[in-house]
C-alpha cells in the first residue's frame, strides 16, 4: 500500500536549495506539512513564503547540521510549530573533493561531520517519539557514489558508504518497532555541489527530477532507491573494474586537487 502524505508533519534537513527545496515543494503539493532545517534563513524564509502562496503549510529552524545542539533545538522548534514528527528526511551533504598533496584531514572531518553525524543527529531529535507510538519513517539522501572508491571523491564516498551502512543496519534494527527505513542514491543532479566542478556528469538530473523520483520511491516505501538507472548500472560495472580502468577514467590532476 503507497504511503499516505496527507497532513504527514516532515522534517527536511539541507532545505535551503537544490533538492531540499524541491522536496520541500513536492511534499508540501501532496498535503505534507512540511518543516525546513538549513542555516540560510533567507532562502528558508522564501520557501516558506512559496509554499504558502500555493496552499501548503511550512515553518522552519536555523542549524548547522554538523552541530549536534543545533539539529536538534532546530527539529524540537519544528515539533512544537507542527506537533509530532512523521518523517524525517536527513537530505543535507557536502561534496568537497579531495586534497591529498597536502593531505587536507580538515576536509575529510568537515565531510564526515555534516554527511554521516548530520545524519545521526537529525534521526537522535525524532526516532524517540517515533519509538513511543511505534510509527515513523526515516529518509536518508545518500549517492551512487557510495558503491565505490573514486580518485578525487574517497572522502565523500567514504561518508556517504557510512550513510548507506548505517540505514540498512537500522532499518532491521527498526523493522518491528512500525518504523520505515528509505536510503536514495542518486547520480549527479545540478545543484551548487555539482556546479563548477571539473568532471565528467552523465545522466545529470535537475532537482525537480530527483525530487520526483524521490518522492516516489518513498510513496512505495523502498529500502534502498538508486537511480538513474543508467548510472546504477555503470556503477556497479565500476565495483568490479581494475584499478587501472578507473585510473584511465579519472582526471588526470584529481590528486593535486
Not at 503539493?29 to 496552499?55: F, M, N, P, W, Y
Not at 529552524?61 to 518523517?87: C, H, K, S
Not at 512505495?220 to 581494475?242: A, D, E, I, S
Request: aromatic letters at 8%; proline letters at 5%; glycine letters at 8%.
Amino acid at each position: 500500500m503507497p504511503y499516505q502524505f496527507d497532513q504527514k508533519a516532515v522534517v527536511i534537513t539541507g532545505a535551503a536549495g537544490g533538492i531540499g527545496s524541491e522536496l520541500a515543494q513536492q511534499l508540501a503539493a501532496k498535503g505534507c506539512r512540511v518543516g525546513l532545517v538549513s542555516r540560510r534563513e533567507d532562502r528558508l524564509r522564501t520557501l516558506c513564503e512559496q509554499i504558502s502562496a500555493a496552499g501548503g503549510e511550512a515553518v522552519y529552524a536555523l542549524a548547522n547540521v554538523d552541530e549536534r545542539d543545533q539539529v536538534v533545538a532546530a527539529i524540537d522548534t519544528v515539533r512544537q510549530r507542527l506537533g509530532r514528527i512523521d518523517m524525517l528526511i536527513s537530505n543535507a551533504g557536502v561534496g568537497d573533493p579531495d586534497v591529498i598533496q597536502p593531505f587536507a584531514t580538515e576536509k575529510f572531518e568537515r565531510l564526515m561531520r555534516v554527511n554521516w553525524f548530520g545524519l545521526i543527529y537529525s534521526i537522535e531529535a525524532v526516532l524517540p517519539e517515533m519509538l513511543e507510538r511505534g510509527d515513523g519513517y526515516l529518509v536518508a539522501v545518500s549517492s551512487l557514489r557510495a558503491y565505490r572508491g573514486l580518485p578525487g571523491f574517497a572522502g565523500y564516498g567514504a561518508s556517504k558508504a557510512a550513510v548507506n551502512t548505517f540505514m540498512e543496519g537500522l532499518r532491521v534494527d527498526l523493522s518491528d518497532h512500525g518504523i520505515h527505513v528509505t536510503t536514495l542514491c542518486p547520480g549527479f543532479v545540478q545543484t551548487a555541489m555539482t556546479e563548477g566542478k571539473d568532471f565528467p556528469k552523465p545522466w545529470m538530473m535537475q532537482p525537480d527530477d530527483a525530487a520526483r523520483r524521490m518522492v516516489a520511491a518513498i510513496a512505495r516505501q523502498r529500502k534502498v532507491h538508486n537511480f538513474p538507472w543508467q548510472l546504477n548500472v555503470m556503477t556497479r560495472l565500476g565495483q568490479v573494474m581494475p584499478d587501472w580502468v578507473i585510473r584511465r577514467m579519472a582526471p588526470r590532476d584529481r590528486a593535486a586537487n
